[in-house]
């Protein structure tokens, strides 16, 4: 009977043993190895054995990841305080380094894209920020990229969201967006003006050089006011249209 029970209780013990020795590791994963401490090979995907009690497995994700940046407030190279949020995008491509070398690398990814967007913002003017936000997002994606590098890490985007400006500020920009509006109208309006002048002295050039079209004109304008029929219309007629037939007559 004791045999027996010490028979089970090795059976279990074996058991349990292997059972702590299997790993599964998913496609997206892959599990960094230590023995006895010392660093000996990333494993995965699939199913492995590790040695019990010796070897040691921490597995590493590596799909993208996106984190937020919280806002930050910053005073720019204008002297304009702003809070500016964005979005960054980065993965795992060395597993071992992002275990070795750092202790929790989304963390301390964080906290750089923090640190990295406050010191462009200091670089930059509102201008830039507001214009050329493509130009500072390259810029922000380098210089975190660079930093992480060491721990494994690939940051392939950051994308600035948001940039809250004083609502100070926010009324000057609206006053200097509706004086250039005005601005532009009102240059419109002059060029328009310039160009029915033009036509005009055109138009009396013309007619100094050809004086029937004048009357021609004269014509013209009192068949488009007869069209009226609602009104009567008392207009004068020039001697000249009756200069033909006296003319005639007293040759007669």
């Known amino acids: 009977m004791e045999n027996f029970i010490s028979l089970i209780a090795l059976v279990i013990i074996i058991i349990s043993l292997v059972s702590s ?7 997206y994963e ?15 995907p699939g199913l492995f054995f590790l040695i019990p009690f010796i070897e040691r497995m921490q597995k590493v994700d590596l799909r993208t990841v996106t984190m937020d ?34 202790l929790d690398h989304v963390r301390a990814t964080s906290q750089l894209a923090q640190t990295t967007l406050r010191s462009v913002l200091g670089q930059s ?3 830039e920020l507001l214009a050329h936000r493509e130009q500072i997002n390259q810029r922000l994606q380098q210089i975190i990229d660079e930093g992480t590098e060491p721990w494994g890490v690939k940051v392939s985007l950051v994308e600035i969201r948001d940039v809250e400006l004083p609502q100070s500020m926010q009324r000057a920009m609206a006053a200097q967006a509706e004086a250039e509006r005005e601005r532009r109208a009102k240059i419109i309006h002059a060029d328009g003006e310039f160009q029915a002048a033009a036509k005009l002295a055109e138009a009396a050039r013309i007619i100094s050089a050809q004086p029937a079209s004048l009357q021609l004109r004269y014509l013209q304008t009192l068949t488009e006011i ?14 000249d249209l009756f200069k033909a037939f006296s003319e005639r007559l007293t040759s007669k």
């Open 226 to 239: 007869a069209s009226d029929k609602s009104n009567i219309l008392v207009f004068p007629v020039p001697i």
């Open 30 to 44: 892959r599990g960094v190895i230590f023995r006895l401490g010392r660093y000996v090979g990333v494993r995965g």
């Open 21 to 27: 020795s299997i790993r599964v590791v998913q496609e």
């Open 125 to 127: 003017d509102l201008d």
């Open 69 to 102: 940046v919280p806002a930050q407030e910053a005073i720019t190279k204008d002297n304009v305080t702003v809070k500016v949020n964005a979005v960054a995008y980065f993965r795992v491509i060395e597993p071992a380094n992002a275990v070795i070398k750092v």
